[in-house]
């Protein structure tokens, strides 16, 4: 039984930051893929970030990029998506993703978290 676990979401005023957290079990992190999706209210599920465990390369949506990082812990299980410079466009759930391949790192995820909200304020 795979069970991933969101959390950190929370307000935060456009600017601010934010560090989400997802930890993982029923499943070796290093046999998988960790990515970051997001929905905002009336839009369709969009990719944000990926990390692929065995080689550490990360991706990121462009409209994160430069903004968002993705990070593990492998002692801990936990993946991690730090945000800074939110803008109210970021409002969303948050969903941690996982699935036992690799390219495409933002396609074709196998697990998925219960999500967490993130509210930016302008």
């Known amino acids: 039984q795979v069970q991933l676990v969101e959390s950190g979401g929370g307000l935060v005023q456009a600017g601010g930051s934010l560090k989400l957290s997802c930890a993982a079990s029923?499943?070796?992190?290093?046999?998988?893929?960790m990515g970051w999706f997001r929905q905002a209210p009336g839009k369709e599920r969009e990719f944000v970030a990926a990390?692929?465990?065995?080689?550490?390369?990360?991706y990121y949506a462009d409209s994160v990029k430069g903004r968002f990082t993705i990070s593990r812990d492998n002692a801990k299980n936990t993946v991690y998506l730090q945000m800074n410079s939110l803008k109210p466009e970021d409002t969303a759930v948050y969903y941690c993703?996982?699935?036992?391949?690799?390219?495409?790192?933002?396609?074709?995820?196998?697990?998925w978290g219960q999500g967490t909200q993130v509210t930016v304020s302008s």
């Open positions: 029923g499943l070796t992190f290093s046999r998988y893929t």
């Open positions: 990390l692929i465990w065995s080689t550490s390369n990360t």
């Open positions: 993703a996982a699935k036992n391949g690799q390219l495409p790192a933002h396609l074709f995820y196998d697990y």
